[in-house]
């Protein structure tokens, strides 16, 4: 089997797509699929330093593909492959299984060569995919991601009956497609082999499909059989221990997208494979969150993984070792997802130092605009009981022009009426109680908390004016 995608990529053809028509100046790419592969590496510094890394650590820049992931390459590779063993003709359409990014990289193809698409994602996948998708011009349709394996409402048991139901139509079925790895065997590992100028001593993939990781491990250990190949895996996902036992557990979920699996796939071949690391989702994102605020990669969840692991390997080797990890695709993809703080924060898993007053106020009852309660001090006392009551609040700040002037707190109030019940038609200034400390927006969590201690709850200011308020148990749901 030989793939355009071979030629394109590693010979002179190249060059030749950028020929000029009429000036010998001009250079341009005969179409979009030309910029498919040829991604570069980049060394990572501050990360590596701060962990004490004597070995370098390369990123391999699949984010830098047309439509930004490493399945590009393999979008090109199957729908080429079709077309030669004449499965897919003229006004056909391509039908796939897919996290994202496979039907990204087949939808580019699609769009240039005009095919249809439909793609079948999982609710799992992340809303700027899907909309991606559409704006490629595909069709989706999405299933439930808790669908069990070989269920009809599995996503790939249900990319797999449309194809059968549509007719001239291709599915490639990137999970056991010959033309996945070998794309990989024929480009990303010869690229990295060359890059590398043959020193790298480590490679380091998830495994989805199993294509990035069988292909390019192929590849370079037919170069050199002492470069190690190591899986990185979400906790969850049975790769791990299928490769060290060949035992098949259970899987459970994860929020990492793209790779992992329940049951082992045709082209993740796991001879290829020396080790695989799992990794949780709290340091695939955390990771994936650091190599952009550090090193400018903006990149997805599975990198994230990635790098995890790579960071491992590198730890146990001198200056000699040289690591490279795939940067499986951008961080675009997930800027609702693990690159929201909200979103981080809902999962329990925003890292401390980045938990504000400002987050927790702005993201308190799940996120929904919620005005804050107070009352002033003109206001009469039974006036703010019912607030409270109403509110379901035990405490109440009292303003005056968005300045906190003093609060009111139920069992001290009704401490008081106990006493004397006239209080009731009393003025809230009169019978006040301090004010409840404020704090800037910006500040941390373990100060929040030191102030909660002492306080029921404290007020946030944004601008000299009262916005928010955070009271113990908000502080609480964070922990849960
Ligand atoms: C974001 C992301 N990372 C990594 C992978 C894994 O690549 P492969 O399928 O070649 O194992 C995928 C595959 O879908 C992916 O979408």
């Known amino acids: 089997m030989t793939f355009r995608i071979n030629s394109l990529l590693n010979t002179p053809e190249l060059n030749r797509t950028r020929r000029s028509v009429n000036s010998e100046l001009m250079k341009f790419y005969s179409d979009i699929l030309a910029l498919i592969g040829k991604t570069p590496l980049v060394k990572i510094n501050h990360l590596t330093r701060q962990h004490k890394i004597k070995a370098r650590v390369l990123a391999k820049m699949e984010s830098l593909n047309p439509g930004y992931s490493v399945k590009d390459r393999i979008g090109i590779s199957m729908i080429e492959w079709a077309e030669k063993e004449g499965v897919l003709k003229k006004g056909g359409t391509i039908i796939e299984a897919t996290s994202g990014n496979t039907g990204i990289g087949l939808a580019l193809v699609a769009a240039v060569k005009g095919y249809k698409c439909i793609f079948v994602l999982t609710d799992k996948v992340s809303m700027e995919k899907a909309r991606y998708l559409k704006s490629l011009g595909a069709d989706i349709v999405v299933c439930p991601a808790a669908a069990k394996h070989g269920t009809p409402d599995h996503y790939v048991s249900t990319a797999r009956r449309i194809s059968e139901e ?144 790579a960071l491992k390997v590198a730890k146990d080797l001198d200056e000699n070792g040289l690591v490279v990890f795939i940067v499986c695709d951008t961080g675009e993809h997930y800027l609702t997802k693990f690159h929201s703080d909200e979103w981080m924060k809902e999962k329990l898993l925003l890292e401390p130092q980045r938990i504000t007053a400002g987050l927790i106020a702005e993201t308190k009852n799940s996120g929904a605009p919620a005005d804050l309660i107070f009352v002033t001090p003109d206001e009469l006392v039974s006036n703010a009981v019912a607030r409270m009551n109403e509110g379901g609040v035990t405490q109440i700040p009292v303003l005056e022009d968005h300045r906190s002037v003093g609060s009111l707190r139920e069992s001290r109030i009704l401490a008081k009426l106990l006493e004397n019940r006239n209080l009731l038609n009393s003025k809230v200034g009169d019978v006040m109680d301090e004010g409840f400390p404020v704090l800037e927006m910006d500040t941390n969590l373990a100060e929040i908390k030191l102030k909660l201690h002492k306080n029921p709850a404290v007020l946030i200011e944004d601008f000299k004016r009262i916005t928010g308020i955070i009271t113990r148990s908000d502080v609480l749901d964070l922990q849960k």
Request: net charge negative; hydrophobic share 30%.
């Open 166 to 309: 549509t007719p001239n139509s291709f599915y490639p079925d990137q999970y056991n497609h010959p033309a996945n790895p070998q794309a990989h065997y024929q480009t990303t590992g010869p690229e990295i082999w060359e890059d590398t100028d043959g020193k790298l001593t480590h490679f380091v993939s998830g495994i989805g499909t199993g294509g990035t990781i069988s292909g390019t491990g192929r590849y370079l250990k037919e170069m050199n059989p002492d470069i190690r190949i190591i899986g990185a895996d979400p906790y969850g996902s049975i790769f791990k221990t299928f490769k060290d036992s060949g035992h098949v557990p259970e899987a459970t979920p994860y929020l990492v997208e793209g790779i992992g699996q329940s049951l082992p796939v045709g082209n993740a071949d796991m001879k290829i494979i020396d080790d695989i690391i799992n990794v949780t989702d709290r340091d695939s994102f955390e990771l994936a969150r650091q190599l952009s605020r550090r090193e400018g990669i903006f990149c997805g969840g599975s990198t994230g993984t990635n790098f995890a692991a």
